[in-house]
């Protein structure tokens, strides 16, 4: 009985370690409603760190690629003294 608990705790805590290391850059909520009769609604919350994932296999699905623009940042910190 106790090897049955070691195992259901160890079971346990690697769920959710594997769920907060998922969810760790945050969660997006996808809503799609079709408004017309017979229309389907689909709610998600999706982890934000599977949008990367997603973009790659549209891309690649579709042939397209992202321009590869790089743009130099304006600088926001402007020091007032010049030493």
């Given at each position: 009985?106790m090897?049955?608990?070691k195992?259901?705790?160890g079971?346990g805590?690697?769920?959710?370690?594997?769920?907060?290391?998922?969810m760790?850059?945050?969660?997006?909520?996808?809503?799609?409603?079709e408004?017309?009769?017979?229309?389907?609604?689909?709610?998600m919350?999706?982890?934000a760190?599977a949008?990367?994932?997603?973009?790659?296999?549209?891309?690649?699905s579709?042939?397209?690629?992202l321009?590869?623009k790089?743009v130099?940042?304006?600088?926001?910190?402007?020091?007032?003294?010049?030493?």
């Amino acid at each position: 009985m106790m090897l049955l608990a070691k195992a259901a705790l160890g079971l346990g805590g690697t769920i959710v370690l594997a769920g907060t290391y998922t969810m760790r850059e945050g969660v997006i909520r996808i809503d799609i409603d079709e408004f017309r009769s017979g229309g389907s609604h689909v709610h998600m919350w999706v982890p934000a760190a599977a949008v990367p994932m997603a973009m790659h296999l549209c891309l690649t699905s579709t042939g397209a690629t992202l321009p590869n623009k790089r743009v130099k940042p304006y600088p926001f910190f402007m020091p007032s003294s010049k030493s």
